[in-house]
């Protein structure tokens, strides 16, 4: 076997002397992603002969010939909340209600769903593998799907979509609070529980200092991600301004709708640069 040198002498790692592309691992791992890839397109049966490009290119021009009179009321029997700018501080604000119910309840789940707090006894960790499943269904069900079957509870409206924001929402912070618990430095915990001090002595005095920091940066994520999903869930009738740009769609009236699309990037660009100034002081 050839041994290969640096130009001071010296041996070259056999990792670098060897030659990617006579490796046959690579090369099973490159034809294995093709495989799969062709194997997807042919399953998702993706279908292009119906484009109408001519069609698409005139509705995009007219998304960005903006109908600046959506934002206010359209006569006088509307609020200023029936326009479109109300109607987004109305998203915002939907998405902070749920955000803020989510937090209240996933919170306490959060250490009962961490495994250093529930260790201990058959009780706990049968309670720790149940709080941990419920996190994973909530999460899991999208939005769309939760707004739809609270749409036959409380019918259109806001409370449909604080419903539906809030069960998810509490699926994907319980989560990462839990995580965010499991992670912590034990020493405190341990010193601590030595001294005598009960389990909820511990968890206040060693572990809450600890996760506050990363719990206040997860809920502000989670916040400008629930002001996201607000407008989508408006689409199917859970209130905001997604049933405006809903109506808007409807009606082919596309020069009102590229306002509305435009104001809700404007909002949430805004808010993400808000949330990382934010997340960026808390590091």
Known sequence: MAEYFTSRGLPVPAELSRNPLVHWRRWLV??????ILYIGVRLADIDTS??????FAGVLRQLFQPDWGVLWPQNEFETFWDGALGLMIVTIFLGI?????AVVIALPLSFLGARNIMAGNPL???IYVAIRLLFTILRSIDVLILVILALTLFGLGSASGILAIAIHTIGVIGKLYSEAIEG???GPAEAITATGANKLQVIWAAIVPQIVNPFISFTIYRLDTSVRLAP???LV???GIGQILFQNIQLLNYHASGTIIFLIIVTVAVMDFVSAQVRKKLV
Do not use: H
Request: net charge negative.
């Open 30 to 35: 490159i034809l294995g992603t093709i495989a």
């Open 50 to 55: 119906r484009a109408n490009p001519e069609y």
């Open 97 to 101: 209600v749920a955000t803020a119910i």
């Open 124 to 126: 706990t960790n049968a």
């Open 184 to 186: 912590i430095d034990p």
């Open 232 to 234: 989508v869930i408006g």
């Open 237 to 239: 009738g859970g209130g």
